[in-house]
């Protein structure tokens, strides 16, 4: 598990190959995050629908821009996200408390 400046701590559970991720590209990726007591709160896969989004920009949570980077095609990480770079003190939509830290399985599948 590695632990960045910032408080993120990631682990590849998967290395993938080829292209990898970085700011200002569109990624598309599959994702299941669950709160540290286990409970699971959304997962893309249970929809059956990729999520996809313009990395860096701010447009997702803190922790995704900066764990989703350096990530190749076909890699699954785990990303362990404290509460300021996830959903802080306001938490979200009433599934994800107050400063709760985040727990993902992140899998990239395409770059654009």
Known sequence: MTTTAS???YEDTLVGAGQEAKAGDTVSVHYTGWLTN?????????RNQAFVFPLGGGRVIKGWDEGVAGMKI???????????LGYGARGAGGVIPPNATLVFEVELL???
């Open 38 to 46: 286990g409970t699971k709160f959304d997962s893309s896969k249970d």
């Open 74 to 84: 076909g890699g699954t990480r785990k990303l362990t996200i404290p509460p300021e």
């Open 110 to 112: 395409d770059i654009d």
């Open 7 to 9: 408080g993120l701590q």
